[in-house]
């Protein structure tokens, strides 16, 4: 807050006072508003949720907040405020709004963004099973043209869904809280780990108030991913707590998840029985169920691990299984994780001319991924490098190598791009400070 008594700038205070007195009532209303916004700049059509306007009206007032420089543009139709700006707002709304319109303004932006970001999502990742599926609409939707405009969307709004969340956490809108889980798995594939296991700590505690155990299992479930994904021990009991959750509810998409993520955590740690047995319980619990999306996801694990075992045939026929289904659904992603692990099969067989065209598919549909995810084509790439390397291909494995390195770097997965950088020293038998970093 700016205090009359305590704020040495005063004559800052007097210049906003100053430009806050020659507002039109409809101005001022929409900057006190704005101070109550959590996010670090603001869109147009958020700005209109948030103050109850239409776009056309919240874009013709911010410009003209705009043009009194108590606001400044940001990109386009976007706008952002100085910090003193900011205090100078919300410390007006608490003086000359009542607490009652700070939480219908705080809904009604939660439900904005909520909904916006559930349609963006739904779009960027269309096979995926969701525990959401009727988020609040708001009074002006939001669509997206395609799936690279809400691809754009999210990571524009990604600063601004990460507050929202934390945001609806502190003001107990709990709803809103454990919705947004459900739409934030962009930060998976944007490499935002961190904040991905943040808003579900967040998120965490507005589950368990809700007393819904579907709601603390996929806030564990995404926690737990995201943990894993940067091999951290914490991942393991998050998993278990969830398809403990899933199996007293009985929903069986949440068990298939958590037990698939389970199965990753132990093929990582070699515990190999246990990773065979949580992949087998997922494909089991999949068969039948959904679009095939978690069957596919299911046969996929199992060929990576007959692979990782030398079960070369078993990890051919599973990954082609699994090849089959994602591309029946139009899962280019998962296609290529696929058409990687039955690469590593022919690999294994010794065939690497028949692995090569396997992995070479895999990296072009591994191309097609929005954000290049390590899941989807940096496996690719490395399986492409080692056939490249055994048929002599040193140049053209080397550059694979590199480009599957700086990915992993890039996701701050380092022992993965440490690993390859190895392969690099082998492949070109050089000492260790001869070859140059691959990222």
Known sequence: MLSRNQDPRAAVRTVFTWSYDQLAPAQARLFRHLGLHPGPDISTPAAAALADLTPREARSLLSALADAHLIEPAAHDRYRFHDLLRAYAAELAHDRDTEQDHRRARESVLTW??????????????????????????????????????????????????????????????????????????????????DRITTATAALQAARRTGTPDQEANVLLARGEALAHLRRPEAEPDLTRAVALAQHTGNIHLQIAARTELGQVTRRQNRVPEALRHFKD?????????????????????????ADLGNHHQAIAHGTRSAG????????????????????????????????????????????????????????????ATSLHHLGHVTEAVACWREAARIYRDKGLDSDANALHQHIRTATSLPNDSVPTPW
């Not at 809108?173 to 798995?185: F, M, P, T």
């Open 113 to 194: 963004y909520t909904h916006t970001a559930h349609t963006a999502d739904r779009q960027v990742y269309p096979t995926c099973t969701r525990l959401t599926t009727d988020p609040a609409e708001p009074p002006h939707l939001h669509p997206h043209a395609d799936r690279d405009r809400a691809w754009d969307w999210l990571t524009a709004e990604r600063a601004n869904l990460v507050a929202a969340l934390h945001h609806a956490v502190e003001h107990r809108l709990d709803h809103h809280a454990v919705q947004l889980v459900d739409a934030l798995g962009f930060l998976v594939l944007a490499g935002a780990w961190e």
């Open 282 to 306: 997922a494909l089991a619990l999949s068969c039948g169920f959904g679009p095939g999306r978690w069957e596919a996801v299911a046969e996929g694990n199992l060929a990576d691990l007959h």
């Open 325 to 384: 289904l994602r591309h029946a659904i139009g899962d280019t992603d998962g296609e290529a994780c696929a058409l990687a692990a039955v690469a590593r099969g022919w690999q294994g067989t010794g065939d690497h001319h028949t692995a090569l065209t396997h992995a070479r598919q895999a990296v072009e549909l591994g191309r097609m991924s929005i954000g290049s995810h390590d899941e989807t084509l940096a496996p690719p790439l490395t399986v492409l």
